[in-house]
C-alpha cells in the first residue's frame, strides 16, 4: 500500500502522529523526522518509556500509546521489527486509522492485523522523505521521487 | 494501483520538473541565485543539521540543478544524483567520496586519457594506488583486487577504444569484495545502456557530451542506485558519525540515497565543483531530445561504419555495431545500440590520419563527442597525449587511430566529406 495516490491521501489526511520510539538526541533519524513533522504543519505525540514524563519537541512523552490523551491518525513505529506487534494492537485499541512502519522496519504480522481491520498500512517506509518525495523538497537533493505531472503541487 | 513506469522517451521530458510550485510556469525556471533565505532562526538550524529539506546556497543545492539531477536519475534507474559542474568533477566527487588515504582502486585500462591520469597521478598524491587492468577480461579484475581496494572503475563503452564492459560480470567480482562498481557511462548515455540494471552501484556522466548533446556547456552527474550494503564495515565515511554535520551518521540518517547526500553535503561542499543553474537549465533542454538523438547518431554510425568498412583506402575501422566486433554479442546484450562513437585508421598511418582530418569540410577537428556535429580527433596527439605510448596501447589507443563522433548531419553529407577527406588523404 504504498503508491503515490494512496501515500498522498494518508499524509493530507493524517494531521496528529503518535511516534513509538522518537529519540531525544537530535542527530537520531526519529528526531530529524518529528522535527521535519512539526515544520510542515503536523502535530507529533512522543512516545518512548525511557523518557515518559519528560518534554521532547515541545510536547509531553508518555511510555505506550494507550496513555495518549487525544486520538492520534497515525502511528509511525521506530523501533525493532520484533516489537511491532504489540505496537499493531494497541494502534488498534486506540482508533488510529495508519499503521507506519519506518525503513527497515517490516513487521507482516502487523501489517495483516491492521489491514484485516481496515487501517491503512506502510511498511519500510520513512514519513519524512515520502512526505519530501510528493509534496516537494525531497527532489531538491536529487532524488529520484518518481513523480511525473503537469499539475502544481499542493501541500 | 500500483505507480505508472514510465519509458525513457517520457521520463527525458518530465522527470524531475513538474510545474513551478510558485508560478505554474510549465517550462523550467531558471533559479539564477547564489542563496535561499530562512524562514527563522530555527528554519535555518534544521537545514543546517540537514533535518529538513530546503535550499540554503546553490554550491549545495539549486531547484534548477535539481531537476537535472532527479532526471538523470529517473533516465538511469537511480535512486537519486548530484550535479558537478563537469564530468571530471563527476568522477572526482564520485571516488573522493568513496576512498581515503590507503584505499586501492581497482580500474579499467580502457579509459578516458583523463580519467587515468586521475587515478595514476592526482588521486595518488592523496594516497589512493590504482591498479589497471584489461576491461575486456573480468577475471583480471579479480585479480588485482587487494584488501584495501575500495572501488572498481571502468567505462561502459570505453572512449575511444569502443571496448564493451561485461558489467555484470564486472559487478560480482566487486560485489564478491564488497566494494562498489563505479561505471562512466558517458558515452551510450542512459538511453543507450543502463549499468545500474546490469549489477553497478554508482553511474557517473560527462553530461557535457550525449546528454546536453549539443556541444554547448560542461556538466557532469554521479547517480546511486541505492543498494549499496555501505555497513559492511570498509566505509567508515558511510557509518561513522560525520565531523562536518556534529555526529550525523549518513548510512543511518539517508538510507538508500545516503551516498549522494554525501557526495553534495561533504565532498560537493567542501571542494565546490557544483554546476550553476543555467548550465544545468541548458543541459535539459538537451536531454528533452536525448532518445531521439541517440537513435539517429547510431544510425548514422552504423553506415559511416559500414562505408568505412568497405572502402580500400582504409585499414581497419573499429565500431561495436559492427557484426565482427569483439564484443558485438555483449553489446547487444547490454545496449539498446552502439552509439556514435566510431575509430577507423587511414592508410598511411598516421601522416594519412593527420592528412585526412586536415581535409575535412564541415566534419569539426576537435576534441569533445556526442554534438550535433560530426567531430574528429586523432587521440594519440590530443586526449591521450599526457599518457606514454604503453599507456596508450592500453588505453586502446593507436598512433594511426581517427576517432570520430557521428553526428546528426544527413548521412550522405557525413559520408561525402568522409569520402573527399580520404580522397585527399590517400594521395
Given at each position: 500500500?504504498?503508491?503515490i495516490?494512496?501515500?498522498?491521501?494518508i499524509?493530507?489526511?493524517s494531521?496528529?502522529?503518535?511516534?513509538?520510539?522518537?529519540?531525544?538526541?537530535?542527530?537520531?533519524?526519529?528526531?530529524?523526522v518529528?522535527?521535519?513533522?512539526?515544520?510542515?504543519?503536523?502535530?507529533?505525540?512522543?512516545?518512548?518509556?525511557?523518557?515518559?514524563?519528560?518534554?521532547?519537541?515541545?510536547?509531553?512523552?508518555?511510555?505506550?500509546?494507550?496513555?495518549?490523551?487525544?486520538?492520534?491518525d497515525?502511528?509511525?513505529?521506530?523501533r525493532?521489527?520484533q516489537d511491532?506487534?504489540?505496537?499493531?494492537?494497541?494502534?488498534?485499541?486506540?482508533?488510529?486509522?495508519?499503521?507506519?512502519?519506518?525503513?527497515?522496519?517490516?513487521n507482516?504480522?502487523?501489517?495483516?492485523?491492521?489491514r484485516?481491520?481496515?487501517?491503512?498500512?506502510?511498511?519500510?517506509r520513512?514519513v519524512?522523505i515520502?512526505?519530501?518525495?510528493?509534496?516537494?523538497?525531497?527532489?531538491?537533493?536529487?532524488?529520484?521521487?518518481?513523480?511525473?505531472?503537469?499539475?502544481?503541487?499542493?501541500? | 494501483?500500483?505507480?505508472?513506469?514510465?519509458?525513457?522517451?517520457?521520463?527525458?521530458?518530465?522527470?524531475?520538473?513538474?510545474?513551478?510550485?510558485?508560478?505554474?510556469?510549465?517550462?523550467?525556471?531558471?533559479?539564477?541565485?547564489?542563496?535561499?533565505?530562512?524562514?527563522?532562526?530555527?528554519?535555518?538550524?534544521?537545514?543546517?543539521?540537514?533535518?529538513?529539506?530546503?535550499?540554503?546556497?546553490?554550491?549545495?543545492?539549486?531547484?534548477?540543478?535539481?531537476?537535472?539531477?532527479e532526471?538523470?536519475?529517473?533516465l538511469?534507474?537511480?535512486?537519486?544524483?548530484?550535479?558537478?559542474?563537469?564530468?571530471?568533477?563527476?568522477?572526482?566527487?564520485?571516488?573522493?567520496?568513496?576512498?581515503?588515504?590507503?584505499?586501492?582502486?581497482?580500474?579499467?585500462?580502457?579509459?578516458?586519457?583523463?580519467t587515468?591520469?586521475?587515478?595514476?597521478?592526482?588521486?595518488?598524491?592523496?594516497?589512493?594506488?590504482?591498479?589497471?587492468?584489461?576491461?575486456?577480461?573480468?577475471?583480471?579484475?579479480a585479480?588485482?583486487?587487494?584488501?584495501n581496494?575500495?572501488?572498481?572503475?571502468?567505462?561502459?563503452?570505453?572512449?575511444?577504444?569502443?571496448?564493451?564492459l561485461?558489467?555484470?560480470?564486472?559487478?560480482?567480482?566487486?560485489?564478491?569484495?564488497?566494494?562498489?562498481?563505479?561505471?562512466?557511462?558517458?558515452?551510450?548515455?542512459?538511453?543507450?545502456?543502463?549499468?545500474l540494471?546490469?549489477?553497478?552501484?554508482?553511474?557517473v556522466?560527462?553530461?557535457?557530451?550525449?546528454?546536453?548533446?549539443?556541444?554547448?556547456?560542461?556538466?557532469?552527474?554521479?547517480?546511486?542506485?541505492?543498494?549499496?550494503?555501505?555497513?559492511?564495515?570498509?566505509?567508515?565515511?558511510?557509518?561513522?558519525p560525520?565531523?562536518?554535520?556534529?555526529?550525523?551518521?549518513?548510512?543511518?540518517?539517508?538510507?538508500?540515497f545516503?551516498?549522494?547526500?554525501?557526495?553534495?553535503?561533504?565532498?560537493?561542499?567542501?571542494?565546490?565543483?557544483?554546476?550553476?543553474?543555467l548550465?544545468?537549465?541548458?543541459?535539459?533542454?538537451?536531454?528533452?531530445?536525448?532518445?531521439?538523438?541517440?537513435?539517429?547518431?547510431?544510425?548514422?554510425?552504423?553506415?559511416?561504419?559500414q562505408?568505412?568498412?568497405a572502402?580500400?583506402r582504409?585499414?581497419?575501422v573499429?565500431?561495436?555495431?559492427?557484426?565482427?566486433?569483439?564484443?558485438?554479442?555483449l553489446?547487444?546484450?547490454?545496449?539498446?545500440g552502439?552509439?556514435?562513437?566510431?575509430a577507423?585508421?587511414?592508410?598511411?598511418?598516421?601522416?594519412?590520419?593527420?592528412?585526412?582530418?586536415?581535409?575535412?569540410?564541415?566534419?569539426?577537428?576537435?576534441?569533445?563527442?556526442?554534438?550535433?556535429?560530426?567531430?574528429?580527433?586523432?587521440?594519440?596527439?590530443?586526449?591521450?597525449r599526457?599518457?606514454?605510448?604503453?599507456?596508450?596501447?592500453?588505453a586502446?589507443?593507436?598512433?594511426?587511430?581517427?576517432r570520430i563522433?557521428?553526428?546528426?548531419?544527413?548521412?550522405?553529407d557525413?559520408?561525402?566529406?568522409?569520402?573527399?577527406?580520404?580522397?585527399k588523404?590517400?594521395?
Amino acid at each position: 500500500m504504498d503508491d503515490i495516490v494512496t501515500l498522498r491521501r494518508i499524509l493530507k489526511t493524517s494531521r496528529k502522529i503518535a511516534m513509538v520510539g522518537l529519540s531525544d538526541q537530535w542527530y537520531r533519524p526519529s528526531h530529524f523526522v518529528a522535527k521535519y513533522l512539526q515544520q510542515h504543519g503536523y502535530r507529533i505525540f512522543p512516545v518512548n518509556p525511557r523518557l515518559a514524563g519528560s518534554m521532547l519537541l515541545g510536547e509531553p512523552v508518555v511510555a505506550s500509546v494507550l496513555e495518549l490523551k487525544e486520538p492520534v491518525d497515525m502511528v509511525d513505529v521506530f523501533r525493532r521489527t520484533q516489537d511491532v506487534l504489540p505496537i499493531a494492537e494497541q494502534a488498534l485499541r486506540i482508533g488510529a486509522r495508519v499503521l507506519w512502519q519506518q525503513i527497515g522496519v517490516v513487521n507482516r504480522e502487523a501489517d495483516a492485523l491492521v489491514r484485516a481491520a481496515g487501517m491503512d498500512s506502510v511498511m519500510d517506509r520513512c514519513v519524512k522523505i515520502e512526505h519530501g518525495r510528493i509534496f516537494g523538497g525531497l527532489n531538491w537533493v536529487g532524488v529520484n521521487t518518481r513523480v511525473i505531472s503537469a499539475k502544481r503541487p499542493v501541500g | 494501483m500500483a505507480d505508472r513506469r514510465f519509458h525513457p522517451e517520457t521520463l527525458a521530458i518530465h522527470a524531475g520538473q513538474i510545474p513551478d510550485a510558485a508560478t505554474g510556469a510549465r517550462a523550467l525556471p531558471i533559479y539564477q541565485t547564489t542563496s535561499f533565505v530562512f524562514d527563522s532562526a530555527d528554519h535555518a538550524a534544521s537545514l543546517f543539521n540537514l533535518q529538513t529539506f530546503g535550499n540554503v546556497y546553490s554550491r549545495l543545492s539549486n531547484p534548477t540543478v535539481a531537476a537535472l539531477e532527479e532526471r538523470v536519475a529517473a533516465l538511469e534507474g537511480g535512486r537519486a544524483a548530484v550535479a558537478c559542474a563537469s564530468g571530471m568533477a563527476a568522477e572526482a566527487t564520485a571516488l573522493m567520496t568513496i576512498l581515503q588515504a590507503g584505499d586501492h582502486v581497482v580500474a579499467a585500462a580502457a579509459l578516458y586519457g583523463g580519467t587515468v591520469t586521475m587515478l595514476a597521478v592526482n588521486l595518488k598524491k592523496f594516497g589512493v594506488e590504482s591498479t589497471f587492468v584489461d576491461a575486456t577480461d573480468p577475471a583480471a579484475f579479480a585479480a588485482a583486487m587487494k584488501p584495501n581496494t575500495r572501488a572498481v572503475f571502468a567505462e561502459s563503452l570505453g572512449n575511444p577504444s569502443l571496448v564493451v564492459l561485461d558489467i555484470a560480470a564486472v559487478a560480482a567480482v566487486a560485489h564478491a569484495h564488497g566494494v562498489p562498481l563505479v561505471i562512466d557511462n558517458t558515452v551510450p548515455s542512459p538511453f543507450l545502456c543502463n549499468p545500474l540494471a546490469l549489477g553497478a552501484d554508482i553511474v557517473v556522466h560527462s553530461a557535457t557530451k550525449y546528454l546536453g548533446g549539443h556541444g554547448t556547456t560542461l556538466a557532469g552527474v554521479v547517480v546511486e542506485r541505492g543498494d549499496f550494503p555501505w555497513g559492511n564495515g570498509k566505509f567508515p565515511g558511510m557509518t561513522e558519525p560525520s565531523p562536518g554535520y556534529h555526529g550525523v551518521i549518513f548510512f543511518e540518517t539517508f538510507g538508500d540515497f545516503a551516498f549522494t547526500m554525501r557526495c553534495r553535503m561533504e565532498t560537493q561542499r567542501v571542494y565546490g565543483a557544483a554546476l550553476a543553474p543555467l548550465a544545468a537549465w541548458q543541459i535539459l533542454q538537451g536531454v528533452e531530445t536525448l532518445p531521439l538523438r541517440m537513435e539517429r547518431h547510431c544510425a548514422n554510425a552504423l553506415a559511416v561504419a559500414q562505408a568505412l568498412r568497405a572502402d580500400p583506402r582504409v585499414a581497419w575501422v573499429n565500431y561495436p555495431g559492427l557484426e565482427d566486433h569483439p564484443q558485438h554479442a555483449l553489446m547487444k546484450r547490454q545496449m539498446r545500440g552502439a552509439s556514435g562513437l566510431l575509430a577507423f585508421g587511414v592508410k598511411g598511418g598516421v601522416a594519412g590520419g593527420v592528412r585526412f582530418i586536415e581535409a575535412a569540410q564541415f566534419m569539426s577537428h576537435l576534441v569533445n563527442i556526442g554534438d550535433t556535429r560530426t567531430l574528429i580527433s586523432h587521440p594519440a596527439s590530443t586526449t591521450h597525449r599526457q599518457l606514454d605510448e604503453v599507456q596508450q596501447r592500453a588505453a586502446g589507443v593507436l598512433p594511426d587511430m581517427v576517432r570520430i563522433s557521428v553526428g546528426l548531419e544527413h548521412i550522405d553529407d557525413i559520408l561525402w566529406d568522409i569520402d573527399q577527406a580520404l580522397a585527399k588523404a590517400s594521395v
